[in-house]
Nanobody, 122 residues
Framework: VQLQASGGGLVQAGGSLRLSCEAS????????VGWFRQVPGADREGVSC????????YYGDFVKGRFAISRGHDGNTVHLLMHSLEPEDTATYYC????????????????WGKGTLVTVSS
């Protein structure tokens, strides 16, 4: 499955963005889908993940209720709605697919898309 993340951009602190992950050559409905982020010089950090069932969702501790992950009605997209963004959220965000949600073990996710840059200004 090929993944493409989109929706990044420049936003002021306190603002919102919606990231989207879309699949080609496969369907996201067959996978757990996670969002990870990375800043230069640091490891990838798990942001959120939604299980194959779509019922179970997981978030990094730093999210603190600000983000929401969901599957699109078409079954082939996953969205990450981010509110109350902070400058510390500035990073390149990646979506990944796999059998399980592995927020603490990004290397366990099987498929990765190119990232989308989120920049939060203070």
């Amino acid at each position: 499955v090929q993944l493409q993340a989109s929706g990044g951009g420049l936003v002021q602190a306190g603002g919102s963005l919606r990231l989207s992950c879309e699949a080609s050559e496969g369907t996201l409905a067959d996978y757990a889908v996670g969002w990870f982020r990375q800043v230069p010089g640091a490891d990838r950090e798990g942001v959120s993940c939604i299980a194959i069932s779509g019922t179970n969702t997981y978030y990094g501790d730093f999210v603190k209720g600000r983000f929401a992950i969901s599957r699109g009605h078409d079954g082939n997209t996953v969205h990450l709605l981010m509110h109350s963004l902070e400058p510390e959220d500035t990073a390149t965000y990646y979506c990944a697919a796999g059998v399980f949600c592995l927020l603490r073990d990004p290397n366990g996710m099987n498929y990765w898309g190119k990232g989308t840059l989120v920049t939060v200004s203070s």
